[in-house]
């Protein structure tokens, strides 16, 4: 007809459009890169092929889950003087709140007490601090110098050449384990 216009063909459409018409035909999609390729890639990098990766910014991705041997692995596979600051400072959690819980979910070890009821605190490396995150922060005295965009939350970031106060830091402890947890 004229004056009417056909909607143009993409090779894309076209593509998909003769696999659909011959039975038992797929869309081809490019390779994706396989385990043993991804692995071979790490060793070539001088990586060890069980070691944890690291993320951008330096955090290491580690499996989730419960219990302190994925917070081990997680502060094992920690870059250069972050590993060290936060072994001291994982050793402190455990001496200032008996029974303390440990977890790792979406490559962050988080910290709890009382049973359930939730977490206290949360850990992320990044390139050139640790971020410790309060998540009710703002009820504590003196809040941690840390802002964030949610009300409750606040942050404290750990620096290579800042030494941490750490009877402040027990003292952040004690008050954030008697706080309603956060729930993930």
């Known amino acids: 007809m004229p004056g009417t216009t056909t909607p143009r063909k993409t090779a894309r459409t076209a593509t998909r459009s003769a696999a659909a018409k011959q039975p038992g035909k797929a869309t081809p999609r490019p390779a994706a890169k396989t385990p043993a390729k991804k692995t071979a890639a790490r060793k070539a990098a001088g990586a060890k092929p069980d070691a944890p990766r690291l993320l951008s910014g330096g955090n290491p991705q580690i499996p989730k889950g419960h219990g302190d041997a994925p917070v081990q692995a997680y502060i094992a596979a920690m870059p250069g003087w972050k590993r060290d600051v936060w072994r001291r400072l994982d050793a402190l959690i455990e001496d200032t709140i008996p029974n303390v819980r440990k977890a790792v979910k979406w490559n962050s070890p988080l910290y709890g007490a009382h049973g359930d009821d939730g977490w206290f ?22 809040m941690p110098p840390g802002e964030s965009k949610m009300a409750h939350v606040r942050y404290l970031d750990i620096r290579e050449d800042e030494p941490v106060d750490e009877a402040q830091f027990a003292k952040w402890l004690k008050q954030a384990s008697k706080l309603p947890g956060e729930k993930m």
């Open 121 to 142: 605190l949360g850990v992320h490396c990044f390139t050139r601090y640790i971020k410790v995150s309060f998540f009710r922060g703002a009820s504590l005295k003196p």
